[in-house]
């Protein structure tokens, strides 16, 4: 197992094997020299509550946004009721408490982004988990499907390929920055196909963000 930055893909090996990418979240030392400074202003002229909701959405928009599941399609039924249909959407949730301390002591942002920044993979979920019985060229190809911004499926485009352009839309309608994303890649020995088999049996532990196979 092995761990490839976004400009190290061309160094996976072209063997069988699985992978997975992981992003990692970003906040700036201007994110958060600015946050701070919105924090005492809010608490001084306004309230406690204007600055809570500021860390909320500072929290919202530099992390959690880009974890936002998919809505679900939702159907309720019941005997001799209406019948339900409609989408249910993903609504990120923050500790109250969290947010409190916080905003008394706003240099805990600072450590909270050290933490982050070392956070993937030991504590993050991939964001996609795959494979292939050539691993360089299939990351190869997701690195330039996302360069070019997801490109339309062709006509004929196998299901594994629909699938790259689905990860490399995925991953620009979040606006996540290519730069933060990494892979770690296995080679797998074992019977042909073994890889196969892994990569099935990873998604259904770890349910990928952006590609549930």
């Known amino acids: 197992m092995a761990t490839y930055s976004w400009h190290e893909i061309g160094d996976v090996p072209a063997k069988p094997g699985v992978y997975a990418w992981y992003y990692t979240p970003e906040i700036t030392s201007f994110d958060l020299e600015r946050i701070t400074a919105d924090v005492a202003t809010l608490k001084a002229s306004v309230s406690s509550a204007a600055a809570k909701e500021a860390v909320r959405a500072f929290l919202y928009d530099s992390v959690f946004k880009y974890f936002r599941e998919q809505p679900y399609s939702a159907h309720l039924r019941g005997p001799l009721k209406p019948r339900y249909e409609g989408r249910i959407e993903h609504m990120p949730t923050l500790s109250e408490s969290l947010l409190d301390r916080i905003v008394e002591e706003p240099a805990r942002l600072v450590t909270i982004r050290e933490v982050l920044e070392v956070s993937a993979p030991h504590f993050a ?12 060229a299939r990351l190869k190809r997701h690195k330039v499907l996302i360069e070019k911004y997801g ?3 062709d006509i004929g485009s196998s299901e594994e390929e629909q699938r790259d352009q689905s990860f490399a839309r995925e991953v620009r309608s979040r606006n996540i920055p290519p730069s933060r994303l990494f892979v770690v890649a296995t080679v797998i020995a074992g019977p042909p196909g073994t890889y196969i088999d892994i990569e099935n049996i990873l998604n259904r532990i770890h349910y990928p963000l952006l590609g549930r196979n």
């Open 125 to 136: 979920s991939p964001i996609y988990i795959g494979m292939s019985e050539r691993l360089r």
């Open 151 to 153: 490109e339309l499926p």
